[in-house]
T-cell receptor, first 114, second 116 residues
């Protein structure tokens, strides 16, 4: 069992839909992250939360809205997405974002926007 | 501008031999480097890391070498096993532009295939 769990694993949504991705970590970490992996591109950081506070937004469009109610849970709310937003969305956690430590990833949500 | 590059999209190795995966970076502010392995339909799994104060770190069959002057790191897998077949990503972090350490910058990945 992975320490970082993402749901759903697969999601197909229309451009006018609203959906949410969920991430939960059981590692006692204080930092959580959203990454995006598009086809044939490197993983790309979207957001960083440290102790529930957003510390980085990597110029992500507002149609992606993160929420971190506590250090164990992270959501990504999706609204009026475009087909080019189809990608693998990965959640990760680490001890905290002010130290050089490894990040642990969930299995990802494969999102398809139609 | 890609700050972490893995110039070999793929590598094929015979079982039992050494696999050497390479990674180059451009930003001298990076001071922590990591390797991840990824199977299809799964998230990346952490393998091994190295701080810039070291030039080598070893963990079982995996060894990472860091050459700071060349801004180059490599992952050696000895001996290679068929179960090692996966995509390998290198990543770097550091106080780059005031951002937090938690921000990992990834390479494009190298597909390793180990033949029995």
């Amino acid at each position: 069992e992975t320490g970082v769990t993402q749901t759903p694993r697969h999601l197909v949504m229309g451009m006018t839909n609203k959906k949410s991705l969920k991430c939960e970590q059981h590692l006692g970490h204080n930092a959580m992250y959203w990454y995006k992996q598009s086809a044939k591109k490197p993983l790309e950081l979207m957001f960083v939360y440290n102790f529930k506070e957003q510390t980085e937004n990597n110029s992500v469009p507002s149609r992606f809205s993160p929420e971190c109610p506590n250090s164990s849970h992270l959501f990504l709310h999706l609204h009026t997405l475009q087909p080019e937003d189809s990608a693998l969305y990965l959640c990760a956690s680490s001890q905290d974002s002010h130290r050089n430590t490894e990040a642990f990833f969930g299995q990802g949500t494969r999102l398809t926007v139609v | 501008d890609q700050q972490v590059k893995q110039n070999s999209p793929s590598l094929s190795v015979q079982e039992g031999r050494i696999s050497i995966l390479n990674c180059d970076y451009t930003n001298s502010m990076f001071d922590y480097f990591l390797w991840y392995k990824k199977y299809p339909a799964e998230g990346p799994t952490f393998l091994i890391s190295i701080s810039s104060i070291k030039d080598k770190n070893e963990d079982g069959r995996f060894t990472v070498f860091l050459n700071k002057s060349a801004k180059h790191l490599s992952l050696h897998i000895v001996p290679s096993q068929p179960g090692d077949s996966a995509v390998y990503f290198c990543a770097a972090s550091g106080r780059v532009g005031g951002t937090s350490y938690g921000k990992l910058t990834f390479g494009q990945g190298t597909i390793l295939t180990v033949h029995p």
